[in-house]
């Protein structure tokens, strides 16, 4: 089954403690990229990538980073999390070009 | 820089009475323009894409439309199951990211 697998799905963690979220697709897909969403905010870009060790920066980089070793893979690593970093988290994929982008089922996040 | 503007932003419907949601769009040059769906606490789930003004795509009770400026999805007789928040999406020319509207949350009663 094509799919996108984000994990962990939820996760509480303190101030300052490095995590990293996970983020891999089955569908050989060039495009990666991660989103968080916030309440009244939508869905904004917090990094992209359009190939393997090609990633740029979103809408919203400030506290994240991100790697692509592999074309399947793409984690998020927040180095030392802030409570304005709770939110909801989606990775997507999709081909190069003007096609339709594909979710995980999100991880929601909370830092205290 | 691009910018979608969905409205309303919240919408309650009864059951079986029709109405659209409204995606407006300024892009540099349109190369699609996406509609999803999205259920609380769920990542969104694809429904249509739209290349081309004039270009209409249904599915069951959804029905998209795409002019030069705006997008339409009209929902026909809808069901409590219809209620999620729909999201519309564009993506200009070049690899450039998509970008979303901030949603339309739709409520369909009993």
């Known amino acids: 089954e094509a799919q996108v697998t984000q994990n962990p799905r939820y996760l509480i963690t303190v101030t300052g403690k490095k995590l990293t979220v996970t983020c891999s697709q089955n569908m050989n897909h060039e495009y990666m990229s991660w989103y968080r969403q916030d309440p009244g905010l939508g869905l904004r870009q917090i990094y992209y990538s359009m190939n393997v060790e090609v990633t740029d920066k979103g809408d919203v980089p400030e506290g994240y980073k991100v790697s692509r070793k592999e074309k399947r893979n793409f984690p998020l690593i927040l180095e030392s999390p802030s409570p304005n970093q709770t939110s909801l988290y989606f990775c997507a994929s999709r081909l190069l070009g003007h096609t339709e982008a594909f979710f995980g089922q999100g991880t929601r996040l909370t830092v205290v | 820089e691009d910018q979608v503007t969905q409205s309303p932003e919240a919408l309650r419907l009864q059951e079986g009475e029709s109405s659209s949601l409204n995606c407006s769009y300024t892009?540099?040059?349109?190369?699609?323009l996406f509609w999803y769906r999205q259920d609380p606490g769920k990542g969104p789930e694809f429904l249509f894409t739209l290349y081309s003004a004039g270009e209409e795509k249904e599915k069951e009770r959804l029905k998209a439309t795409l002019t030069k400026k705006e997008s339409f999805l009209h929902i026909t007789a809808p069901k409590p199951e219809d209620s999620a928040t729909y999201l519309c999406?564009?993506?200009?020319?070049?690899?450039?990211?998509?970008?979303f509207g901030k949603g339309t949350r739709l409520s369909v009663i009993a």
């Open positions: 892009v540099s040059g349109l190369r699609g």
């Open positions: 999406a564009v993506v200009d020319s070049g690899n450039t990211p998509l970008v």
